[in-house]
């Protein structure tokens, strides 16, 4: 595609629910990445696929994060058990390929009530 | 650990002034990235800059690989231009690490 689609844009959920984001990133990108984003802060690196391999999940806040990249292609970020301190903007990136320039998503925006 | 800080945190301008933002970075990079982020939260790809210097209109960006540093250059500032710029880092591993951005507001 032209450029890294990320969908829902918005998203509301009740505290306790599972959600899922997801991420088409641009076609022929073999590096992944999924940033969290809070209010007023920069981005915070969450997890990085290269292919379908997930090579660093150093920055997913704890075990209710899971992200996968089944086909190297499409990326979905799970997040179960939702809690108030999640509600952020949850921001998608691809590169080439390693060490070269990445785009990043429109994001999208989760808030939990 | 790793460390990515901007100058100014925050900056105010009247449109057609000139502005230098600074990106300092604690170690070596692999590359350098500057972003504008919109009122509606896009992260916009203004440089990918390791080093050397580069110009794309009124924006131009320098990078000081040895002397870990980074500047971006806004020349004859625009209400468009306003926003949060942010740098990010690579060292490394092929993460980015964002910088605590600069606040820009630019007022006719």
């Known amino acids: 595609g032209a450029g890294v689609s990320q969908s829902p844009r918005y998203k509301v959920a009740k505290r306790g629910q599972d959600v899922a984001l997801r991420c088409d990133p641009i076609?022929?990108?073999?590096?992944l990445f999924w940033y969290q984003q809070a209010l007023g802060q920069g981005p915070e690196f969450l997890t990085y696929f290269q292919n379908e391999a997930q090579l660093d999940k150093s920055g997913l806040p704890s075990d209710r994060f899971f992200a996968e990249r089944p086909e190297g292609s499409v990326s979905t970020l799970k997040i179960q058990r939702t809690q108030q301190e999640d509600s952020a903007v949850y921001l998608c990136?691809?590169?080439?390929?390693?060490?070269?320039?990445?785009?990043f998503g429109q994001g999208t925006r989760l808030t939990v009530v | 650990g790793i460390q990515v800080e901007q100058s100014p945190p925050d900056l105010i301008l009247q449109e057609g002034a000139n502005s230098t933002l600074r990106c300092n970075f604690s170690?070596?990079?692999?590359?350098l990235q500057w972003f504008h982020q919109n009122p509606w939260g896009q992260l916009i790809n203004l440089f990918y800059?390791?080093?050397g210097t580069k110009q794309n209109g009124r924006l131009s960006a320098t990078t000081v690989a040895t002397e870990r540093y980074s500047l971006l250059y806004i020349s004859s500032s625009q209400t468009t231009d306003s926003g949060v710029y942010f740098c990010?880092?690579?060292?490394?591993?092929?993460?980015?690490?964002f910088g605590t951005g600069t606040r820009l507001q630019v007022f006719p």
């Open positions: 800059i390791p080093s």
């Open positions: 170690d070596s990079v692999n590359n």
């Open positions: 990136a691809s590169s080439y390929g390693p060490n070269t320039e990445a785009f």
């Open positions: 990010a880092a690579r060292y490394n591993t092929d993460k980015l690490i």
């Open positions: 076609s022929g990108h073999v590096s």
